[in-house]
């Protein structure tokens, strides 16, 4: 029996020898530290209220040991970027107009972005800062995962949103020193810009062995403290379904994909090698 659960607390985290019994949570926790030696994250807070299942968020952080298969990821996947031999390679990219990066605020820290709170692409069509139709999940919520677009039925439409501090912006890390972005950096909303490296409750934008896109940085997460730079970008979407209005301009909707488009800052771009899929 014990072998069992020293095997399920080494390959799968603290968390997975729970269902086996709520009393090993300390144990488990405790026999981690000790097989990374590294002491617990003192910033980090467990959650003491449970909450009404009809908000119930799921944990947004990547357990360090969890098995990653990078090289398995759906090329239509939120947070994976295009390749040379991707079929999206070439299509016409628009901007969006009044987006911004921001979140509900459902977390135990009131006013500040947390573990438990809810990040959101908001694309603003109402004039009013609450979550619309169509805003792209940037973390998981519930049954909801990164990438899924807010539907008028879902528990989170119209919900009050706040911005991210002023100056967090969206970085790569340069982990082989080409002094350009590439293929394998990885994307971050870097959120305070307080520094120039990453830091815990980092938003990941795209997939590396560090964690999957939607998930933060955590205390003992080996990206923490990387030297970032800021990523020359643009959110822009393709009209796969060519609608327009009266104006003749293309109508950002549920079917159209959007990508973290590098291929330029003029009115319109085009998906290139590097750009990151966020819906």
Same mark, same amino acid.
């Given at each position: 029996?014990?072998?069992?659960?020293?095997?399920?607390?080494?390959?799968?985290?603290?968390?997975?020898?729970?269902?086996?019994?709520?009393?090993?949570?300390?144990?488990?926790?405790?026999?981690?530290?000790?097989?990374?030696?590294?002491? !617990?994250?003192?910033?980090?807070?467990?959650?003491?209220?449970?909450?009404?299942?009809?908000?119930?968020?799921?944990?947004?952080?990547? %357990?360090?040991?969890?098995?990653? !298969?990078?090289?398995? %990821?759906?090329?239509?996947?939120?947070?994976?970027?295009?390749?040379?031999?991707?079929?999206?390679?070439?299509?016409?990219?628009?901007?969006?107009?009044?987006?911004?990066?921001?979140?509900?605020?459902?977390?135990?820290?009131?006013?500040?972005?947390?573990?438990?709170?809810?990040?959101?692409?908001?694309?603003?069509?109402?004039?009013?800062?609450?979550?619309?139709?169509?805003?792209?999940?940037?973390?998981?919520?519930?049954?909801?995962? !990164?990438?899924?677009?807010?539907?008028?039925? +879902? %528990? +989170?439409?119209?919900?009050?949103?706040?911005?991210?501090?002023?100056?967090?912006? %969206?970085?790569?890390?340069?982990?082989?020193?080409?002094?350009?972005?590439?293929?394998?950096?990885?994307?971050?909303?870097?959120? +305070?810009?307080?520094?120039?490296?990453?830091?815990?409750? +980092?938003?990941?934008?795209?997939?590396?062995?560090?964690? !999957?896109?939607?998930?933060?940085?955590?205390?003992?997460?080996?990206?923490?403290?990387?030297?970032?730079?800021?990523?020359?970008?643009?959110?822009?979407?393709?009209?796969?379904?060519?609608?327009?209005?009266?104006?003749?301009?293309?109508?950002?909707?549920?079917?159209?994909?959007?990508?973290?488009?590098?291929?330029?800052?003029?009115?319109?771009?085009?998906?290139?090698?590097?750009?990151?899929?966020?819906?």
């Amino acid at each position: 029996m014990f072998s069992l659960i020293l095997a399920a607390i080494l390959i799968q985290g603290t968390y997975a020898a729970s269902f086996i019994s709520p009393s090993l949570k300390a144990f488990s926790e405790e026999l981690e530290n000790k097989y990374h030696r590294a002491a !617990p994250d003192e910033h980090q807070a467990e959650r003491s209220v449970a909450r009404p299942a009809a908000i119930s968020i799921s944990r947004n952080v990547f %357990i360090q040991n969890q098995v990653f !298969p990078l090289v398995a %990821i759906d090329p239509g996947a939120f947070g994976s970027k295009v390749l040379y031999s991707d079929g999206d390679i070439g299509r016409i990219l628009i901007d969006i107009d009044n987006s911004s990066f921001a979140f509900w605020d459902v977390g135990m820290v009131d006013g500040e972005f947390d573990l438990e709170d809810v990040a959101y692409y908001h694309i603003n069509q109402s004039g009013a800062f609450v979550v619309e139709v169509n805003d792209i999940r940037l973390t998981g919520f519930g049954k909801h995962s !990164p990438g899924s677009k807010v539907k008028a039925y +879902d %528990i +989170d439409y119209k919900k009050a949103l706040k911005p991210f501090p002023k100056g967090s912006e %969206i970085k790569f890390v340069d982990l082989f020193g080409s002094r350009g972005y590439d293929l394998i950096d990885p994307i971050y909303f870097h959120i +305070d810009n307080n520094s120039f490296k990453i830091d815990r409750i +980092d938003l990941r934008l795209s997939h590396h062995a560090y964690g !999957p896109a939607g998930t933060l940085v955590n205390g003992h997460d080996p990206d923490q403290g990387l030297a970032a730079t800021k990523l020359e970008c643009k959110l822009r979407f393709y009209n796969i379904n060519g609608n327009i209005n009266l104006d003749g301009e293309a109508i950002y909707d549920e079917m159209d994909p959007v990508y973290l488009d590098v291929s330029g800052i003029n009115e319109h771009g085009f998906v290139v090698v590097n750009d990151v899929r966020l819906s």
